[in-house]
């Protein structure tokens, strides 16, 4: 049986970890290990962690790359999965994450706000699946293949070992889960699952400045990989892989 790490990077998420962490110790096949990132709380959220009995890692370079990918480094299970502090998991969400790896190398799905204004509670679906599609359109035309999404992901630990060495953690200004998508897509599956859904925070996309830096980032995280990952090149390599495979 394949064993089961979970990932959370935090800072200063003291009151939504509780509750991801309750999230967690209820799910139908509970996790072996939770690894907690501490990325220079201020607040209880370390202590939060160990009351749940989860592993805590500190990481003083700012930024998710740096505390996605030292939780990477620690976890231990053949499978790694990530979530964030405010991501609310169904129950299932583990169990759904090992069968979404059964022939593939890494598995995502869509989030759904869950915390959208009382007026707007309606449109919750419509405006999620309009953010998570053109999320995947957008960079799937980019990279040649399903992105990852970092707030609901799971990977082989053995996919991560490989690439651990390539994904750029010193950069607090790039998305972590679309830097590490361009490395496994070389040469690693990724399967997009719109089944595989979590709960996530509408909270970065109130803000215009947020929402602005958010666009940013993600332009740097594909441009910082060019010319060598420029789209026409990753779609080549993948047509011209399937062609191989066909023969």
Known sequence: MLTLSVVIPV???????????????????????????????????????????????????????????????????????RCDADSRLPRDWTERVLAGLADVDAVTGPGRFYDVPARLARLSRLFSALYLGAYVATTGL??????????????????WLAVREDVHRDDPEIHDDLDLAVHLGTGHRIRWDRSLVVGISSRPFRDRAALRRRFRRGMRSLTLHWPEEYPPYRWARRIRNRSAVRE
């Open 11 to 81: 800072k200063d998420d003291a009151v939504p970890l509780e509750r991801c962490l309750r999230d967690l110790a209820a799910q139908t096949r509970a996790p072996d290990e939770i690894v907690v990132v501490d990325n220079g709380s201020t607040d209880d959220s370390a202590e939060v962690a160990r009351r749940f009995g989860a592993r805590v890692v500190p990481e003083p370079r700012p930024g998710i790359p740096a505390a996605a990918s030292t939780g990477y480094d620690a976890a231990t299970g053949d499978v790694v999965a």
């Open 142 to 159: 980019a990279l040649g293949h399903a992105p990852l999404f970092g707030s609901n992901l799971g990977m082989r630990r053995s996919a």
